[in-house]
């Protein structure tokens, strides 16, 4: 007769499976992360923060076209990381409703979001006098299309929700990973050694505890100065009372089992009984709460970006783009809101939601 053994992990990975919010959760995380690293790649405006400005054709609707000239502006190297931090812009667009050519020179006339037919313009640039319009608008013009409209400024809203994405995931991973490092780190000191220290530590979590949170990140944004590194570590300094709470409680329970009393029998020293034998077993509820802490701390920058206390221009944010544009909502212009509203309610809900299905996943009471 031949017994088939699986591992806590299988098991967990199997009910994980079974969980339909979940996997669907973890698929929507995923998306976010790709278009993260690869924003600079899929995004229509690939020049660095998606900033290129065009006033003329400022809040226009999703799937707006327009002409373009493009006159070569300035030129640059190729680099390697154009693909992380994006290009310098070696083109300067000019959106037109018309062109004309005399005596070499060009003439365009100006995009009107009105309908206007404003007067030609000069552009300023010299071409061959024997060299046709048709000629010249196969080099120097191309057809833009916005899919999802543009903001205020005439930037292109996707690129920018695009780009804005690695902000909201890597303010989320870096908060988590600081809270991981200070919670686990005083709660399992808290916990396995107990009496004073315990008491000390109880003391430092119940003072963080009692400022409420987002007062504390603006103290801390404020002290440190405004700025992108400021809110990682401001957010990150918020997240790790929970934490430390969670890892404490398992702590104490844990190092009454009989297999850390064996391993101290075996004569191991306290820093191996606590990283080798009694964290690895408690890990499971840490897990949870870091997802709780992931949304949670997206939700916070977004609010600091809102108030100005975030990622700072021309570095897009989520928060920062509704700050730009809540004000349209009544304006007949409410999709330069909603639509990175959107996003920051998609990704939340799905890092809660994939939380609770790590829960259920990583309880061994259920079936």
């Known amino acids: 007769m031949s017994f088939k053994t699986t591992s806590l992990s299988a098991l967990a990975l199997q009910k994980f499976q079974k969980n339909f919010w979940g996997v669907l959760s973890f698929f929507v995380i995923l998306f976010y992360a790709l278009i993260a690293i690869f924003a600079y790649v899929i995004a229509p405006d690939d020049t660095q923060y998606a900033n290129q400005m065009h006033i003329s054709i400022h809040s226009q609707p999703p799937g707006f076209t327009v002409d373009m000239l493009t006159f070569p502006s300035t030129t640059a190297k190729t680099n390697f990381w154009n693909w992380w931090n994006g290009k310098k812009s070696t083109v300067q667009e000019i959106p ?11 003439f365009y006339r100006p995009f009107d979001v009105d309908g206007k037919e404003l007067a030609f313009v000069d552009a300023n640039f010299s071409i061959d006098k024997d060299l046709e319009l048709s000629r010249f608008r196969e080099s120097y013009t191309l057809q833009k299309t916005f899919l999802l409209g543009t903001d205020k400024y005439g930037r292109d809203l996707l690129s920018r929700m695009m780009i804005g994405t690695r902000i909201s995931i890597s303010i989320g991973f870096v908060a988590v990973l600081i809270s991981l490092l200070i919670g686990v780190f005083l709660g399992a000191i808290a916990g396995y050694y107990g009496g004073k220290i315990d008491a000390a530590i109880m003391w430092l979590i119940n003072v963080t505890w ?39 409680g398992q702590m104490i329970v844990a190092k009454e089992y009989q297999y850390v009393t064996a391993a101290k029998a075996l004569g191991f020293d306290h820093f191996r009984i606590i990283t080798r034998h009694i964290l690895p077993n408690i890990m499971a509820p840490v897990i949870v709460i870091s997802a709780a802490n992931f949304a949670a701390s997206i939700l916070i920058e977004s609010g600091l970006s809102f108030l100005g206390l975030g990622a700072q221009p021309p570095m897009p944010s989520w928060g920062s783009m509704i700050k730009d544009h809540y004000q ?40």
């Open 96 to 106: 037109y409703a018309d062109l004309k050519i005399e005596n070499g020179s060009v």
């Open 210 to 248: 009692s400022i409420p949170t987002l007062l504390m990140v603006i103290a801390i944004s404020i002290a440190l100065g405004k700025g992108f590194l400021t809110v990682f570590i401001a957010v990150g300094l918020t997240m790790w009372v929970e934490v430390a709470r969670v890892v404490r």
């Open 328 to 367: 349209y909502i009544i304006l007949d212009k409410a999709y330069l809101a909603i639509v990175p509203g959107i996003a920051i309610m998609t990704l939340v809900m799905a890092f809660m939601l994939l939380g609770n299905a790590l829960r259920d996943a990583l309880d061994v009471k259920t079936s």
